[in-house]
């Protein structure tokens, strides 16, 4: 998975809205999830232009410009045939709320997409839930929205969202950075896990819009169809091998393995919302509480995929240890899984432990 990282423009994400999403150790139940995703938005980088002289930081200033104009292109907007992020940077910077503020703020992106025909609301909540409605609510009427980021410094596109086909719980979405050129699929939990400032209560954008989840539509519907649902990526397993069942005496660690392949259509990525791990049967907490446990991840996950990217077909390994605590012999059941996303296959994986 790309990572979205941190820019010097002004606004911030709304994507706190995630925050109530992240779905624990605990995998949801299996279900389908299907995508929304608005057609037709493109990509625009706030790089293409230099900063205007003078301009105080290293950063261009035009996350906010390039991301109106993606938003404002997807209802037929024509930009500006010179200098373009300059020129709808200038037209916004007009309608800010404060001035001397590094860049534009809601009130600032509302006025420029108002100057281009649009109604330029401005979507301002306290409650996450609410806003979390709302954005999606915009998104299933075929509107993306410019969504503010990291306390103040960032404008961002979403485009679309996924959600659990049978209880309607959103489990990602779609967005496009201006700033580092990723555009794709972003899971909650990979939000909440590991972008912890789209995740802020602190999340606004420009000094008085902060302590709210703020997002700015240039049209409020544009009516037509409800977007088609895309092919969505898959998590499926199979057991490949495993280590021999280790003997250990009392006192003493042993490493293991086990190792699956990946037979479903989405790539395994170490580190994001796709990593796979081997965990314990039923989340079991059993072995880490008695001790058995020797630097596993979690009490109820042993390991996580070695490999960085383990794609359809290839085979992924989980290497770990155990310790010998108690005399005896105990199997150790084990299962993949996509923590935030899906268990899978439950092939009766196991490695009985004996300790003498």
């Known amino acids: 998975m790309a990572h979205i990282r941190r820019s010097a423009c002004l606004l911030i994400c709304l994507l706190v809205v995630f925050g109530g999403l992240l779905l624990g150790g605990r995998p949801a139940a299996a279900a389908s999830t299907v995508s929304m995703t608005v057609p037709g938005v493109p990509y625009v980088s ?11 930081t290293a950063t261009t200033p035009y996350c906010a410009a390039a991301s109106s104009l993606s938003v404002m292109a997807t209802f037929g907007l024509v930009p500006p045939a010179v200098n373009p992020l300059q020129t709808i940077f200038n037209v916004g910077y007009v309608g800010n709320s404060l ?22 609301r401005v979507h301002m909540y306290t409650n996450k839930w609410v806003a979390l409605t709302e954005l999606v609510g915009r ?18 596109v979403v485009y679309g969202y996924q959600a659990n086909a049978a209880t309607g719980e959103v ?43 703020v997002f700015v539509s240039y049209r409020e519907f544009a009516g037509g169809p409800t977007p ?42 170490k580190g994001s919302g796709t990593e796979a791990r081997i965990g314990a049967v039923g989340d079991d907490v059993t072995f880490a509480q008695l001790g058995f446990a020797d630097g596993w991840l979690l009490s109820s996950r042993p390991a996580a995929q ?51």
């Open 46 to 56: 706030q790089l293409t232009e230099p900063s205007p002289a003078g301009w105080r």
């Open 99 to 120: 001035r001397g503020e590094a860049g534009l703020d809601p009130a600032g992106v509302s006025y420029l997409m108002k100057f281009y025909g649009g109604e330029g």
């Open 139 to 156: 998104l299933n009427a075929r509107v993306p929205v410019v969504i503010f980021a990291e306390a103040g410094y960032h404008a961002e």
């Open 171 to 213: 489990t990602g979405i779609y967005g496009q950075d201006p700033l580092t050129g990723f555009r794709g699929f972003v899971s909650a939990n990979d939000f909440m896990s590991q972008y912890h400032w789209w995740g802020s209560s602190f999340s606004s954008a420009g000094s008085l819009w902060r302590g709210n989840y």
């Open 228 to 269: 088609a649902p895309r092919n969505v990526p898959s998590y499926h397993s199979a057991w490949v091998g495993q280590s021999a069942y280790p003997a250990i005496s009392a006192g003493a660690s042993a490493p293991v393995f086990v190792q699956v392949k990946n037979t479903g259509t989405a790539t395994w990525v």
């Open 306 to 356: 070695t490999e960085a990217l383990v794609a359809p077909g290839q085979v992924a390994t989980f290497n770990f240890s155990v310790k010998g605590v108690r005399l005896g012999s105990y199997p150790l059941r084990l299962r993949p899984v996509i923590d935030g996303i899906t268990w899978m296959e439950d092939q009766g994986i196991f490695l009985q432990i004996t300790v003498n």
